[in-house]
């Protein structure tokens, strides 16, 4: 099998999946548009990226791909509905570089709190001036509101913790339990954290519709006077326009490693406009780059090759239907023969009965086996009794609902 690294990835990573008798070529200078190229020339049938773009022109042209691993969380660069059209598992490292980006927001708090990089910049143009940079406020006993509660938001609210800030979190899916569980207070929504908290914290993913500009114009509008935005998550979470007319009216500052329209490339020339402002600390889109994070997100990209090539397994796969309450799910016990599991799908095509999801597991011994199949609704009682009556079928068992 073949793989194409399209992007930075870890020595030791490449070394481990060559291990695996796979066939790597690594192309990190790939840029988005040379990828469809790249991958009709090599026939890959895995791709590894990191921030680079992968286009819908990309599956398009690629017949061979089958597997696209975003090594990283966000995978807002990855067109996904291209990919399912393609029949293009899509799959991720999520929660591995947590700790890494947690640190950084950290570090932006700080940084915002004590002054340090325009306190380094004066002490180095040989300017000494203990009285403008000896009035921070200090950390301790501030509150800290966090926008989304996932994996960095929650590494996060430890360090937080630490520094003795009181945390509070708003997510739709946090629970009082959880919330508890974390010694956090649940928000019981955004305009709540907004108003109350003396920094703010964005950890939620980029989603077109959702949330796009989640924080705009009249969001910002609604944080305290003197308070700080912290954003480390991806950009156009934030209305970048609206902050930096937020932070030049001097009511509040902001701490930034996303940008909305921040160059693809590693290193480029650029300015964003909210850059320009005054109050405003920024960092090149970073938060993940630490040696630990890259070590980690590689382990996790060789694990989900190495299970895909050798059980068609992929982890974290993110453009697959899940599972709902509605439909059914049928466990076909069966002597294991050629042709059983055949016969049974032929019976479930001729009801115009879409398959969902299948497993089938042998038991010690090779004589029989469990079928597992998901349906988009339940077979009709005749069919059923119809399977049930072969000789080479021990048992069936229909379970309404199930998915």
């Not at 022109?57 to 990283?72: K, Q, W, Y």
């Not at 294991?336 to 479930?348: C, E, K, P, T």
Request: hydrophobic share 45%; aromatic share 4%.
């Amino acid at each position: 099998m073949r793989v194409l690294i399209a992007d930075k990835f870890s020595a030791d990573g490449k070394a481990t999946l060559a291990t695996m008798g796979l066939h790597i070529e690594d192309r990190p200078e790939l840029g988005a548009d040379d990828i469809p190229a790249a991958l009709q020339a090599s026939g890959a049938e895995i791709l590894v990226v990191r921030s680079t773009e992968v286009r819908a022109e990309v599956f398009a042209a690629a017949p061979t791909l089958s597997l696209v691993i975003r090594a990283g969380a966000g995978v807002n660069t990855i067109d996904l509905a291209a990919a399912g059209r393609h029949g293009v598992f899509v799959a991720n490292c999520p929660g591995k570089n947590a700790i890494a980006v947690a640190e950084l927001t950290m570090g932006l708090m700080l940084a915002l709190d004590r002054n340090i990089p325009d306190a380094v910049a004066e002490l180095r143009a040989g300017r000494w001036d203990k009285k403008r940079f000896g009035k921070a406020r200090g950390l301790c006993g501030s509150r800290l509101g966090l926008v989304g509660f996932g994996a960095i938001a929650r590494e996060v609210a430890v360090r937080a913790q630490s520094f003795g800030m009181r945390v509070h979190a708003f997510d739709v899916a946090l629970t009082d339990a959880d919330a508890a569980a974390h010694d956090v207070v649940r928000a019981s929504s955004l305009e709540e954290v907004l108003r109350t908290c003396d920094v703010i914290s964005v950890h939620v993913p980029y989603i077109k519709g959702r949330t796009h500009h989640l924080l705009g114009e009249e969001e910002l509008a609604l944080m305290k006077d003197g308070a700080t935005l912290i954003h480390t998550s991806r950009g156009g979470v934030v209305d970048d326009t609206a902050l930096a007319a937020a932070v030049a009216s001097g009511r509040i500052r902001a701490g930034l490693d996303v940008y909305e329209g921040e160059p693809a490339e590693g290193k480029a020339q650029w300015q964003g406009p909210v850059l320009e402002v005054a109050g405003v600390y920024g960092t090149p889109h970073i938060g993940a780059s630490t040696t630990q994070a890259e070590d980690a997100i590689a382990e996790e990209v060789v694990r989900i090759v190495r299970d895909y090539v050798a059980q068609g397994v992929v982890h974290n796969c993110v453009n697959v239907q899940r599972p709902r309450g509605e439909g059914c799910t049928v466990v076909i016990r069966h002597l294991d023969r050629v042709g059983v599991l055949a016969a049974v799908l032929d019976a479930f095509q001729k009801e115009d009965l879409n398959v969902q999801e299948m497993q089938n597991v042998i038991f010690d011994g090779r004589a029989a086996a469990s079928a597992t199949i998901t349906l988009a609704r339940e077979p009709s009682p005749e069919l059923v009794a119809r399977l049930q009556t072969r000789d080479d079928i021990l048992a069936v068992s229909v379970r309404v609902g199930t998915r």
